[in-house]
C-alpha cells in the first residue's frame, strides 16, 4: 500500500510529522507538502509561477519534498509528475485546528484531499480541533486505521472523508460518528491597527459560532468528544432547487 501525505500546515509541521510516523507502520509512504504554511488557501492552485520541489531531510534520511505552492499543487504535482508510481491513498494533515461546517470551504487540508479524490484516487483529511496545546498521539492512531479500512473497503465514486478528532487523550474519546457537514462558521471582524509610518492596515480574526443545533452534524459531534467523520463530494449542484429555477421560464 502506497499512502501520499501532505497537509496545509507546511512540511515541518508537528501534525504532518505525527502522522508520517504511524501511516509508515501499515504503509510506504511519500510525503510532499508545502514549503510554508498554507492555511485557508482552499483549492487555489499556483498558475502564474513556477513550482519547485526541494528534498527535506531529518536526522540525516530523505523525510519528503516541498513545493512552494498550494497544497493542491502538491497533490497535483505529486501524482501527476513526480512520483513513479500511483498512490492508493492520499492523506492530508494533521490539520491544527477544526475543519468542521464552512471551514471545508476554505481549509487547505480537505482541499488537497478533495484534489486527490478528483484524480481518482480515495483520500482522506484529518484535523485536530484545537489551536493550542494539541495532542495528535491518538489522531495519528486513528489516521493509521482508516487508511487500512480504505484500503480494504475503498470509498464511493468522488467522495472523500474530512476527519475531525477532538483534542483529548483517547481514554477520553466518547466513540466515533459518521456525520454530515454541520452550518458551524466564523463570526468574523478585522482588527484594525496603524503600522509604525502611521499607515492602516486590518488584520482578520473571529469567533467560531454553532449555528447548527443538531445532533448529527461534525460540530456536535466534537462537542461531545466523539470523532467527527463526514463523507464529503465535490459536486455542490444543489439539485433540488434545479426544477424551482427551471419553473422561471428564463
Not at 86 to 114: C, E, K, Q, R
Amino acid at each position: 500500500m502506497r499512502v501520499l501525505l501532505t497537509n496545509d500546515d507546511g512540511i515541518n509541521s508537528p501534525g504532518l510529522h505525527a502522522l508520517w510516523e504511524r501511516v509508515r507502520e501499515v504503509a510506504d509512504v511519500v510525503v510532499v507538502a508545502p514549503a510554508t504554511e498554507q492555511s485557508a488557501v482552499g483549492h487555489a492552485i499556483t498558475l502564474s509561477s513556477p513550482l519547485r520541489i526541494e528534498e527535506v531531510r531529518r536526522d540525516g534520511s530523505v523525510y519528503g519534498y516541498a513545493v512552494n505552492g498550494t497544497p493542491a499543487d502538491c497533490v497535483k504535482i505529486a501524482i501527476s509528475t513526480f512520483l513513479k508510481e500511483t498512490p492508493d491513498i492520499v492523506v492530508s494533515g494533521i490539520n491544527l485546528g477544526p475543519n468542521t461546517g464552512t471551514n471545508v470551504i476554505y481549509s487547505g487540508t480537505v482541499s488537497a484531499a478533495t484534489e486527490g479524490t478528483i484524480l481518482g484516487i480515495p483520500s482522506m483529511a484529518v484535523s485536530l480541533t484545537t489551536f493550542t496545546d494539541p495532542h495528535y498521539d491518538y489522531a495519528a492512531k486513528l489516521a493509521g486505521r482508516l487508511v487500512t479500512a480504505i484500503h480494504e473497503h475503498g470509498l464511493p465514486d468522488s467522495t472523500l472523508l474530512n476527519v475531525n478528532v477532538p483534542n483529548v487523550t483517547e481514554d477520553k474519546i466518547a466513540g466515533i460518528r459518521i456525520t454530515r457537514q454541520g452550518k458551524s462558521k466564523f463570526k468574523e471582524f478585522f482588527d484594525k491597527r496603524i503600522d509604525p509610518k502611521g499607515g492602516t492596515y486590518y488584520w482578520l480574526a473571529g469567533d467560531m459560532v454553532d449555528a447548527d443545533k443538531s445532533d448529527d452534524c461534525d460540530h456536535a459531534a466534537i462537542r461531545s468528544n466523539f470523532v467527527s467523520i463526514t463523507p464529503l463530494h465535490y459536486d455542490m449542484t444543489n439539485a433540488g432547487a434545479i426544477e424551482e429555477i427551471q419553473s422561471w421560464n428564463l
